[in-house]
C-alpha cells in the first residue's frame, strides 16, 4: 500500500510469505497431480488386467473422471498443505517472539 506522502511502501513480512506460499504451491500442485494420475492409471491397469507391468488406458469418460477426481484431491492436497505450513510459521513465529 502507500503511505501518507505518497511514496510506494515495500510489501510488508506476512504478506511476501503469503506470495511465497502462492508460488510454492504452483509448483506443489501440478507436481501432485501429476504424480496422482500415474499412480492412477498404475491402479487403473491392475484393476483391468490384475497385472502392475504395462498400462491400460481408460475409455473418455472413465478418465475424465479419474482427471476430475485428482485435480479435487491435489487441490485439497495444496490447501491443507498451506493451511499446516502457515500454522507452523505463525507458531514459530510465536515461539521466537516469547523466547
Known amino acids: 500500500d502507500d503511505c501518507p506522502t505518497g511514496h ?3 510489501p510488508s513480512a506476512k504478506f511476501r510469505a503469503a506470495g511465497a506460499a502462492m508460488s510454492n504451491q504452483l509448483i506443489v500442485f501440478p507436481v501432485t497431480c501429476a504424480f496422482f ?3 492412477a492409471l498404475v491402479h487403473y491397469h491392475i484393476g483391468k488386467t490384475g ?3 504395462g498400462l491400460s488406458w481408460p ?3 472413465e478418465l475424465a473422471k ?3 477426481s485428482i485435480v479435487i484431491c491435489g487441490a485439497l492436497s ?10 507452523m510459521a505463525r507458531r514459530s513465529g510465536a515461539k521466537a517472539k516469547t523466547k
Open 8 to 10: 510506494f511502501r515495500p
Open 37 to 39: 494420475f500415474i499412480e
Open 51 to 53: 497385472s502392475a507391468f
Open 59 to 61: 475409455p473418455p469418460d
Open 66 to 68: 479419474i482427471v476430475i
Open 78 to 87: 495444496s490447501a491443507a498443505t498451506t493451511a499446516i505450513e502457515g500454522y
